[in-house]
Nanobody, 125 residues
């Protein structure tokens, strides 16, 4: 089991940037496909990005591709999400997630073994 704690959320104007971090504890972090999800008020939780255990492969939802970058530092047990050119529609609670999958790709909530508590990202227009 991996324990996850997100940080780095906040309020930013449209066009701005934020960097989310996810500190992980547990033996399996470095061997897990990790991902970020988000959930806006009144909407279902949706996949944002995933990364292989080596960090060499990544996958993004179409609406964030080219604007968001997922990365990881296994030596620090930390997952990151760099978010640039933010839009009001990016406003949501962002969740770090540890998957039981072995291949990177789009993740579903049913693929997730551990969730963080979430961090709020608000983009004003």
């Amino acid at each position: 089991q991996v324990q996850l704690v997100e940080s780095g959320g906040g309020l930013v104007q449209a066009g701005g940037s934020l960097r989310l971090s996810c500190a992980a504890s547990g033996r399996t972090f470095s061997s897990s496909v990790m991902g970020w999800f988000r959930q806006a008020p009144g909407k279902e939780r949706e996949f944002v990005a995933s990364i292989s255990w080596t960090g060499g492969s990544t996958y993004y939802r179409v609406s964030v591709k080219g604007r968001f970058t997922i990365s990881r530092d296994n030596a620090k047990n930390t997952l990151y999400l760099q978010m640039n050119s933010l839009k009001p529609e990016d406003t949501a609670v962002y969740y770090c997630a540890a998957s039981g999958r072995t291949m990177v790709g789009p993740l579903a909530p049913t693929n997730i073994g551990s969730w963080g508590q979430g961090t709020q990202v608000t983009v004003s227009s």
